[in-house]
């Protein structure tokens, strides 16, 4: 298993400032996942972040409004532009497990962010 | 596009009694992977159990097992004496065996347990 520490853990913000959230993985991970669980709602995929290339985005999220740093195999950073009360959200970073391909990613307590 | 379709929004069982969740799923793949997390209040994403598209065994974890029917692509939780700590949010999820390998995940079943 992979033990995923990110901060912070929730804040609260204005609209129109930006908030950089980090995420930090106690191994070295190919490949890590930001997801957005808007309230009430399921887990989408906002980018999958590898090392020393460019975020790959889904359908619907662009690099201008979630900006995504991946300096190491162990850190990452989802920066949200910008915000508006419609990005309020639990943002979570997830990674692979380590011990082989089991399939399953695991995931970081999320950083819940409320803008007003 | 992989889809995976929770039909539950909301579920209720008694404590000591037994639940299942559905979950349904659409893919062309022959090889990927079935999961169940559940999200408590604490938010934390949590494995409960894990299924290979490739293995005819229903996978199971203590009080936890699936019922997987890959031709139907149908992969249900079924608790058995489920517990106050039962009580969450669980989320169906798929993950395809190549490519990016993201999960996709369904709506989410809230799960309430009567004490």
């Known amino acids: 298993s992979a033990v995923i520490s990110q901060k912070p853990s929730r804040d609260i913000c204005q609209r129109g400032t930006s908030l950089t959230i980090q995420c930090q ?9 930001w997801y957005r669980q808007q309230p009430g709602q399921s887990l989408t995929l906002i980018a999958t972040a590898n090392q020393g290339s460019e975020a790959t985005y889904e359908s619907g999220f662009v690099i201008d409004k979630f900006p995504i740093s991946r300096p190491n195999l162990t850190f990452s950073t989802l920066t949200v532009s910008n915000m508006s ?21 695991f995931f970081g307590e999320g950083s819940r962010l409320t803008v007003l | 596009a992989q889809t995976v379709t929770q039909s539950q929004p909301e579920m209720s069982v ?18 990927y992977y079935l999961f169940w997390y559940k999200q408590p209040p604490s938010r934390q994403m949590i494995l409960v159990i894990r299924q290979e598209a490739y293995k005819q065994q229903n996978a199971t974890e203590n009080r936890f097992s699936v019922n997987f029917q890959k031709a139907a692509k149908s992969f249900s939780l079924k608790i058995s004496d489920s517990q106050l700590g039962d009580a969450a949010m669980y989320f169906c999820a798929y993950r395809s065996g190549w490519g990016a390998q993201k999960l996709v995940f369904g709506q989410g079943t809230r799960l309430t347990i009567n004490p």
């Open chain 1, 25 to 33: 993985v106690d191994s070295q991970v190919t490949m890590m996942f």
């Open chain 2, 14 to 31: 008694q404590e000591a009694e037994t639940v299942t969740l559905s979950c349904t799923y659409d893919t062309s793949e022959s090889d």
């Open chain 1, 85 to 105: 009360p419609e990005d309020s959200s639990i943002y979570l970073c997830s990674v692979e497990g380590l011990a082989g391909d089991t399939g399953e990613l």
